[in-house]
């Protein structure tokens, strides 16, 4: 069964960091590019990084360049979100998701989505 889990999520500081996970079952991650996203109350859903089959990293919001990055353990078949320096406004439900074609920045291009991790960064 076709699977993503993410985790990791919770309260933090303004100023913490955090590490979300992107636990993949039925397929392997290395053959797919993997997105992470996230979506505030009341605003669209945003792309942030994403993890093409050969290990390169695409960002797709200025907001979190330099903070966020993204990383890939095949052996667990799991992608990593290592969110730095967070902010109130990087509150919001964090995604992942499959892109069969390799990254993209339409999100429509992503197949498989997780059921999301809820992080709140507030003091």
């Known amino acids: 069964q076709l699977q993503l889990v993410e985790s990791g999520g919770g309260l933090v500081q303004p100023g913490g960091s955090l590490r979300l996970s992107c636990a993949a079952s039925?397929?392997?991650?290395?053959?797919?590019?993997i997105g992470w996203f996230r979506q505030a109350p009341g605003k669209e859903r945003e792309g942030l990084l994403c993890?093409?089959?050969?290990?390169?990293?695409?960002n797709y919001a200025d907001s979190v360049k330099g903070r966020f990055t993204i990383s890939r353990d095949n052996a667990k078949n799991t992608v990593y979100l290592q969110m730095n320096s967070l902010r109130p406004e990087d509150t919001a439900i964090y995604y992942c998701?499959?892109?069969?074609?390799?990254?993209?920045?339409?999100?429509?291009?992503?197949?498989?989505w997780g059921q999301g991790t809820q992080v709140t960064v507030s003091s």
């Open positions: 993890i093409s089959p050969s290990g390169g990293s695409t």
């Open positions: 039925g397929f392997t991650v290395d053959d797919y590019g």
């Open positions: 998701a499959r892109a069969a074609l390799g990254c993209m920045r339409v999100i429509s291009e992503y197949d498989y």
